[in-house]
């Protein structure tokens, strides 16, 4: 299975404008990850920014396995040895750079990736 596009976000009904800035990436940590969420009514589109040795990587924050949030209460997307992206409700672990599902219910699907900028140190939507 190859990986999907990357989505844009104004193709979601509660994504937000190209050009709008997603989140600071000057003070996210290597190993860092944090969450991002644009509501537009009961339309909510959900994202995760997980930056991985140097790089950094935007998904929608869904697993393909049941849907729901890769975490559950935190903004802590990695596994306990910070190898892979894991989903904290049935396992399955992803890898960072691909979003590529190598273990796990959903195994040989992928996370959805998003298309994004990065200047100025901010994450910007395209
Ligand atoms: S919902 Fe992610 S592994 Fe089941």
């Not at 509501?39 to 920014?49: P, S, T, W, Y």
């Not at 949030?69 to 049935?90: A, K, M, Q, V, Y």
Request: net charge negative; hydrophobic share 30%.
């Amino acid at each position: 299975m190859r990986p999907p596009r990357p989505l844009h976000l104004d193709d979601l009904p509660a994504g937000p404008e190209p050009g709008t800035l997603l989140c600071r990436t000057d003070a996210l940590p290597d190993h860092g990850g944090a969450e991002i969420i644009f509501r537009d009514g009961d339309q909510v589109a959900h994202l995760l920014v997980q930056r991985y040795n140097g790089q950094v990587y935007l998904y929608e924050n869904r697993c393909p396995h049941a849907g729901t949030p890769l975490n559950l209460f935190d903004e802590r997307f990695l596994n306990t040895d910070g190898s892979s992206l894991i989903c904290r409700t049935h396992g399955a672990q992803f890898h960072v750079e691909t979003g590529y599902c190598h273990l796990g219910p959903c195994k040989g699907q992928y996370l959805r990736a998003v298309a994004f900028e990065e200047r100025d140190g901010g994450l910007y939507s395209v």
